[in-house]
Structure formats: structure tokens, C-alpha cells
């Protein structure tokens, strides 16, 4: 919440909004004044109601569309279109069936230049770390929906992108798998030292991943409030976080928020 130019920090929302055109020709405002900042190597959780607007909200950060009001700073510059430096990752893992998990792992690295030899080395170190080693060269009709997630996983960050737009990439998926790619999430971004901004209607998952979690409004969307979160212990194991004191305080806090809209 803030509506100053920090060119410090890798991503700024400022007085941020989006309203479409009905069939009617009435505008239907979707966001309305929404002004954060994410900092560097920090993660940030958006949670709302459904509808509220948060893939709108995305989408306007990486200008694949463009706001009706406020403006967007990467570095604390406007971009003139997607920015250099961004991995989004969607709910659908969007995987190519024609190419091996290996070969999905590398489309980003080719896109952004290199030798295939370290395009394939790189790839085969994500997946090593995801515990795909041994289904490098697997194709996605063969895995699983988690394996295939950790594959989409690896390929976005196989780039290195400075900031990480996730769109709610762990919703499918059963709780024990939930929580092993959110921990191995969580211990990439941190040795990356990379940003993350992620959507989730999830209040556990977001409390537990985060550093900060905004909570959003009913459409047209507002910041409703913002809290820091700090716990005590191992921050890498969820399932002892999520049992530790203060935990279920900020869950409770956050529901409460979000049920009285």
C-alpha cells in the first residue's frame, strides 16, 4: 500500500484499476485502487472472494492488459509491454504433449538463447530438485498431475526470472502432494532469492508461504487490509508450521475478513 516510486523494489501497483464494457455498453469496474509493492526475495499472497477479480489483477501486472486507471512499475519503471524478468504460472500446468518433461523444461531457457547442452543441464537439475530425475525424458500423458505441475514448475523458473506471478498453480491437486511442491516451492524461491506473488484461495497455504498476505474485497476490488506474517520456527516445514502459535490466529483473522464481505 503505498503511492511512491521506489525503484528498489521489483514490482509497484499503484492506484491500480480495471473496468470493462458490458454487452450493454456500461463499464463494470472489476478493480478499483489497488496500490502494493512486492520486495525483492519476498513472497506475497492475494487472497479474496471468488470473482473479485484476481486474475484481472495479474493479467494488468504483466500488461497483458492494460489498466483503465493507475499504473504498473517494474524497478520503478512503466513497462511498454510484458516485462523482461516475469514467470507466470497458471492453474493448468500447460504442458506440450509432444515434448518430453525435460524438453518442456527447456522451452523458456531456448526462447531466451543459450547452447542445448546448457539449455538440457539446467532442465535436468530443476527436475533432479523436484524429484523427477528419473522422468526426465517421460512424456506428460505418462505423470501424474502433481509430476506434471512440478514439471511446469521447473520450467518457469528454469529462466530465472526475477519475479514469480503464480495463479493459484497448487489448487488441483490432493493435500500431501499440495504440501510437498509448496515446501519445494518455497525452497527454491528462498535459494533463488527470487519475488513471488501468488493468488490462492488457500488462506493456509497463503499463510503459511508467505511473508505478507493481502486480502482483497468483493468485486470491485480493493486492498481490505495487509498482514505480516511471522511464526515461529522452520518456516520450510508447513506441516509444523501450521501448528505452531500465532498460526491459526492469522488463519481465523483472515477468514473472519473475507466472511463478513
Sequence with gaps: MTSLKRPDTPLQALDLGKAFLTDAGEELDIIRSVSFTLERGEIVSLVGPSGCGKTTLLNLLCRLIEPSQGTVLWNGRES?????????????????????????????????????????????????????????????????????????????????????????????????????????????????????????????????????????????????????IELPGDRSNLIALRESTGFAHYVRQIWTELDVQ
Excluded at 504442458?95 to 546448457?118: C, D, E, Y
Excluded at 533432479?128 to 502433481?146: I, N
Excluded at 501468488?198 to 486480502?215: G, W
Aim: proline share 5%.
Design 80 to 228: 511498454d509491454g510484458v516485462p523482461a524478468g516475469v514467470g507466470y504460472m497458471l492453474q493448468k500446468d500447460l504442458l506440450l504433449p509432444w515434448r518430453s518433461a525435460i524438453q518442456n523444461v527447456m522451452l523458456g531457457l531456448q526462447v531466451k538463447g543459450g547452447t542445448r547442452a546448457a539449455h538440457r543441464a539446467r532442465a535436468k537439475e530443476l527436475l533432479d530438485q523436484l524429484g523427477l530425475g528419473g522422468f526426465a525424458d517421460h512424456y506428460p500423458s505418462t505423470l501424474s498431475g502433481g509430476m506434471r505441475q512440478r514439471v511446469a514448475l521447473a520450467r518457469t523458473l528454469a529462466p530465472e526470472p526475477e519475479v514469480l506471478l503464480f495463479d493459484e498453480p497448487f489448487s488441483a491437486l490432493d493435500f500431501q502432494t499440495k504440501i510437498l511442491i509448496e515446501r519445494d516451492t518455497l525452497r527454491l524461491v528462498r535459494e533463488m532469492q527470487r519475488s513471488l506473488l501468488l493468488i490462492t484461495h488457500d488462506v493456509e497455504e497463503a499463510v503459511s508461504l508467505s511473508d505478507r498476505v493481502i486480502v482483497l474485497s468483493r468485486r470491485p476490488s480493493t486492498i481490505v487490509s495487509e498482514h505480516r
